[in-house]
């Protein structure tokens, strides 16, 4: 499945988020309680989802409401969500939240000039970041999307002025504006604040790839979540889940330098990572530091794998770290081994050839490498002639 989230029309908010999330599917009653429940530890609050019409477009609203507008320390902030259990929160899904929080406490740091460890939320109430975050956190993940290809598109910022604890500011917000660091955005279209500094929070912690267009898709479902304002255009955040013609999965690559290694060691090294489960190994020839020559070991593996394989790579060669790239996307093909007979003047031998699909389309046929080596050495021909020779005459 990949999937668009689309602010262009108006903007991102955590409420906006939640409401497309539910609109798409997320289960309505658990969200809503995740959101009472958690947002409780932090304040009074007051959550009601509804389905309304915003200038022509039918959209869920979650409305959050709380009394709670304290500011509150990005630390104690973390503490007390280590400290929450609920039976419908799993690890995976309080580490994305954590992030989200990581991702704005960053943010005020970087604005204000201070460590992470004073950071203070201001703008938000406990309440209402917790309930916000924690929902959409849920409902992402309740979709099952933090498995899926997310693309994000140019979120619409708004423009004006905004009052803040800080004075009027000029919209976005600081926070915002560093939330979306080398993100496209846009400015306008009405001087409103469109995109919170939550919203930008949560888009960047779920969209794998920013794309100023949507990319190539079989839409299945179109979902839109509401804004509170009433704009002279549909206040609503679009959020699409469909196919693609190419799939795609998740993987992660583990590098490490090693400049004091032997080629036994390298190669022993690279057959134990396959007999683990790496997907795939390379070794790549470098110039370490102090001009040394290395070797730059890269593999591709399932990102459950990733600690294994890492333990794997520092008992083997000794390195003192490797470094982790996780739930790198990559597009794959189908593929399938199919047994052909070749006729080798009269001679007809069995090979597998390995086929490459996009849809029904065949992209790609190659024989199997051992296949070919046995009947080089079998007929007394060159390899690459036996490779040619095959991937020439294979017919379907």
Known sequence: MVVIIDPQQAGISGNMII???????????AVTEIMDYYGSYFGKVTVNIELVNKSGISATFADVKCSDHQAIAYTHLMETLNEIEHEKITPTTLDFAKKVFQTLGIAE????????????????GAADAVADIMGASFAFHDLGLGEEKVYGLPPALGGGRIKTD???????????????KNVPAMGGPVNH????????????????????????????????????????????????????PI???KISILETNLDDVTGEVLGHTVDRLMEEGALDVTIIP??????????????????????????????????????????VHRNIVSREIVPVKVDFEGQYLEVRVKVAKIGEEIVNVTVEYEDARKISEKLKMPLKDVIRFINRNITF
């Open 247 to 249: 799939p795609t999965d």
């Open 193 to 244: 604040e469109l995109t919170t500094p939550t919203g930008a929070a949560l888009l960047v912690n779920m969209v794998d790839e920013f794309t100023d267009f949507y990319p190539l898709i079989t839409n299945k479902n179109v979902a839109y979540g509401a804004g509170k304002l009433d704009l002279e255009f549909p206040n609503v955040l679009r959020i699409i889940s469909g196919t693609s």
């Open 166 to 180: 800080h004075g009027n500011l000029s919209v976005p917000a600081p926070a915002t504006m560093e939330i979306l």
């Open 19 to 29: 409401g497309a999330l539910i609109s798409l599917g997320a289960d309505i009653e």
């Open 286 to 327: 470098t110039i370490a530091k102090k001009n040394r020559p290395a070797h730059l070991l890269r593999v591709i593996t399932k990102s459950n794998l990733a600690d294994i394989l890492s333990e794997t790579i520092i008992r083997e060669t000794g390195t003192l770290g490797v470094r982790t790239i996780p739930y």
């Open 109 to 124: 740091s970087q604005v204000h000039g201070v460590d992470l460890d004073k950071i203070h939320f201001h703008e938000v």
